[in-house]
Each structure stands twice: as structure tokens, then as C-alpha cells.
């Protein structure tokens, strides 16, 4: 699995590198990350936020933000189509 970015507005999903079905991503799911700007790293030090929709990893130290979205690649330049219902779509079901 790939986390990419899905949609406009910063929609993260997952994807199967094998045969490219999308899937929700659980905010567990989200891999940790140690901080570039202060280079602060004990486990847990950079915590995953939703901010605005969108997942946010921000350093607890230096409060530096990013946008996990802003990350990642966009599906269309690893998969092919492949629709995926997201939350407030009218057909969505979890």
C-alpha cells in the first residue's frame, strides 16, 4: 500500500501497489515523522492532526506544520482511474 494524494483539497488515500484499488486511510495508519527543522525526534514528538480536513503532522517541540497531502503524489501519476467514495460524497458508504 501507497498513501497518495486522492483529491484537490488535500484527500489522502491509500493505494494497493499491486493492483491499484483505493482505500480510506485511518489516521493510525499514518506513518510517524521526525522533524526536519529542529531535528527534535523522540517517538511521538511529531503528532498527526486533522486540520481543515486534512491530515497535519505538527512537531510538539517547534511547532513547525505540514500538510501530509502537500507530501505525497498525486494518484494519476501512479494509477490508473479508480473511483474511491469519500466522506460527504452523496454515495459514500463506510
Known amino acids: 500500500m501507497i498513501l497518495i494524494r486522492s483529491r484537490e483539497g488535500g484527500f489522502v488515500s491509500q493505494n494497493c501497489l499491486k493492483c491499484g ?5 485511518q489516521e493510525g495508519q499514518i ?6 527543522s529542529c ?3 523522540p517517538k511521538g514528538s511529531v503528532m ?3 486540520i481543515d ?10 511547532r513547525k506544520r505540514w500538510v ?3 507530501l505525497l503524489p498525486h494518484w494519476s501519476e501512479l494509477f490508473p482511474y479508480c473511483g474511491l467514495a469519500a466522506p460527504g ?3 459514500f458508504e463506510r
Open 21 to 25: 484499488k483505493a482505500y480510506l486511510v
Open 31 to 36: 506513518p510517524d515523522l521526525d522533524c526536519d
Open 39 to 41: 531535528k527534535w525526534s
Open 48 to 50: 498527526v492532526k486533522i
Open 53 to 62: 480536513k486534512n491530515y497535519v503532522y505538527e512537531c510538539e517541540r517547534c
Open 68 to 70: 501530509l497531502a502537500e
Open 89 to 91: 460524497d452523496g454515495h
